[in-house]
Structures are given as C-alpha cells and as structure tokens.
T-cell receptor, first 115, second 116 residues
Framework: EAGVTQFPSHSVIEKGQTVTLRCDPI?????LYWYRRVMGKEIKFLLH????????ESGMPNNRFLAERTGGTYSTLKVQPAELEDSGVYFC?????????????FGPGTRLTVL | GDSVTQMEGPVTLSEEAFLTINCTYT??????LFWYVQYPGEGLQLLLK?????DKGSNKGFEATYRKETTSFHLEKGSVQVSDSAVYFC???????????????FGQGTILTVHP
C-alpha cells in the first residue's frame, strides 16, 4: 500500500510569488491534515479535512493560505503571495475514519524556502 | 490551550547508552499521547502511543508510560544504536468530542545523535 506522498519535495520561490503544494493521502483515508514546521520549532497544525469538507481550519495563519480537497482525494495548499515567514517544512498526514485514536500517517514533507 | 513540552536537545549518546527524552503536556480531559520519529531524509513515523493513564506504549525497544499524575510521557530506551539517530517528537491528541479532536499538538522535537 502506498503511503502519503507530497509534491514537490523542495520549493524555492521569491517573496510575492505563489506556490502550490500537493498531498496525496493513503487510499481510503477520509481524514487529511496539513501541518507546518518553521525554523526548527514545533510542528503546528494548519487544518483538517474530512473528505472534501474542512473540519477544522483553526491553524491557518492568514488568508494568504488556501487549502482545497476537491473530490475528497488529494489536497492542495496554495500560498499567495508568499512571505519570508512562510518558509518551513509542510507536512501532510492522513488517517482512516474511526475512533479518536486513529493513527495519522505522515508524508515526507515539502520544504518551502521563500527568498 | 493544549501544549507539549519536550526536553531541549540535541542529545548525544554513545552506542548502548540509556536514553531518556522527557515530555510533559498540558491538556483538558484525557488526551491520547504519541511519540513520532523522523529519520534523516524521511517523513514522520509513529513510534508508539498510549491512549489512557498508566498505559505503556512500546516499539523497537522504546517505551513510554502515560502518567496522568505528572502529565508526562517520557521516552526511554535501554540501549541505543547508531540507527536510532533521528528527531523525536512528542504529541497529543484531544479526546473524541472536542471540536479540534483530530489535530495533533506537537512538542519542539529532540535531535538524538548516537555515536559508535
């Protein structure tokens, strides 16, 4: 079974540009999460999809970030326009619906550098 | 709000040494607790978990016990190997019923380096 995949693995852009990150969850996983780790700090939650619906987007930092999950399969996270402080590693995770202890499986992350 | 505090690293040990990485948490109710590990060049992997007080999670020689009285979930291993070199993250997830129950709250991560 394929794991969670993310694309690209690295992205280097200039301030003011737009970047779109993609996450493909494990097949059949309705729950999809985005997290971000900035500058070696803790990994912080951004948002949670259940199928195509946003269950919790309390961690989205501002309206420059837009997440979508059309059709309830893969998800994209767009940053427009990017700022220096957006640099970091963006992780995606997915889990099978069930109890509150369902395990989240993480992708390898996308390292975003904004110059 | 919920928070997780890990001992600051980096931690450097010799092979076969004993490892402890401290983790304490603040949360309402009875969260589930996790340790994730990130090996160089890879994504996060679940190492072990515990879902209620006094539960012990274990995997690959690592152990952690859910201590509600001290709100702790310290990670231990009796004899580390070079291959254990990685970043270790402690995390919690709020119990089912809260509006944010799905998300994980992480600590800062602890870099472990094991020398031969």
């Amino acid at each position: 079974e394929a794991g969670v995949t993310q694309f690209p693995s690295h992205s280097v852009i200039e301030k003011g540009q737009t970047v779109t990150l993609r996450c493909d969850p494990i097949s059949g996983h309705d729950n999809l999460y985005w997290y971000r780790r900035v500058m070696g700090k803790e990994i912080k939650f951004l948002l949670h999809f259940v199928k195509e619906s946003k269950q919790d987007e309390s961690g989205m930092p501002n309206n420059r970030f837009l997440a979508e999950r059309t059709g309830g399969t893969y998800s994209t996270l767009k940053v427009q326009p990017a700022e220096l402080e957006d640099s970091g590693v963006y992780f995606c995770a997915s889990s099978h619906p069930g109890t509150s202890t369902d395990t989240q499986y993480f992708g390898p992350g996308t390292r975003l550098t904004v110059l | 709000g919920d928070s997780v505090t890990q001992m600051e690293g980096p931690v450097t040990l010799s092979e076969e040494a004993f490892l402890t990485i401290n983790c304490t948490y603040t949360a309402t109710g009875y969260p589930s607790l996790f340790w994730y590990v990130q090996y160089p060049g890879e994504g996060l992997q679940l190492l072990l978990k515990a879902t209620k007080a006094d539960d012990k999670g274990s995997n690959k020689g690592f152990e952690a016990t859910y201590r509600k009285e001290t709100t702790s979930f310290h990670l231990e291993k009796g004899s580390v190997q070079v291959s254990d070199s990685a970043v270790y993250f402690c995390a919690l997830k709020r119990a089912l019923g809260g509006t944010s129950y799905g998300k994980l709250t992480f600590g800062q991560g602890t870099i472990l380096t094991v020398h031969p």
